[in-house]
């Protein structure tokens, strides 16, 4: 149930409207408001709360403010209208299953203020072609892009030191992948069900658990460099 009535926020005509003073986007502040559409976020906000707009499906236009340093676990969660938008550039972290369902969203820039992409962070975001990562990331944990099966390419920055188990599983229009020298491990199941994946290059020193390209072409040449 939405408490945002409780918070003193409220919504217009599809417009979410919350104070000008406020600091941070409360819990569950929007859960599940079907009519909601539309929210500009005050300036000052640094934080959005665990489940703000969870399950908010028709929320299709967010701007998102400078200040702004961390976004919840769910927050999005199943804001499948949710178009592209900026992350702000001292974001420091994005929950566990933040943008998880938001089938929308086709493109991301990840700030270099990131340090770790979280848990399911954008799973099952069906549309997402196109990821930016950037080289102050160093955990791509587990299942962070699973089924994002409209990612077509992505380039792994040289920082990254581990790639979580089922990070990229059913990311089935990935055709190549290239890991660079600083990763020292994948998990099981990283890039398991990639049904496009013809080449992979991963150098000698790094750990590749025996379950990481399951289910993948069987004309799948992993090179070794």
């Not at 270099?112 to 930016?132: N, T």
Request: proline share 6%; charged share 20%; glycine share 8%.
């Amino acid at each position: 149930m939405a408490r945002y009535k409780e918070y003193g926020y409220d919504i217009k005509n599809g417009v979410g409207i919350i104070p000008e003073w406020e600091m941070e986007i409360k819990e569950e502040a929007f859960k599940g408001c079907k009519e909601l559409k539309r929210i500009d976020i005050p300036q000052w906000v640094t934080k959005i709360g665990n489940d703000a707009f969870r399950g908010c499906d028709n929320l299709k236009d967010i701007t998102l403010p400078v200040m702004l340093e961390e976004i919840g676990e769910e927050a999005f969660f199943g804001c499948s209208c949710l178009e592209d938008f900026s992350l702000p550039r001292w974001l420091k972290k994005i929950g566990y299953c933040a943008f998880c369902g938001c089938s929308s969203l086709k493109y991301i820039h990840i700030p270099e203020s990131i340090k770790e992409i979280a848990p399911r962070a954008f799973l099952f975001c069906r549309g997402l072609r196109s990821i930016f990562i950037p080289t102050s990331v160093m955990y791509i944990e587990c299942e962070a892009f699973y089924h994002c099966s409209s990612l077509m390419s992505i380039s792994i920055p040289p920082s990254v030191i581990e790639i979580g188990h089922g990070a990229f599983e059913g990311c089935s229009s990935l055709r190549s992948i290239s890991i660079p020298p600083s990763v020292t491990g994948i998990g099981h199941g990283a890039f398991s069900w990639c049904f496009n994946l013809t080449s992979v290059f991963i150098p000698k020193g790094c750990y590749v658990d025996d379950g990481a390209f399951a289910y993948c072409p069987k004309n799948l040449v992993i090179t070794r460099y």
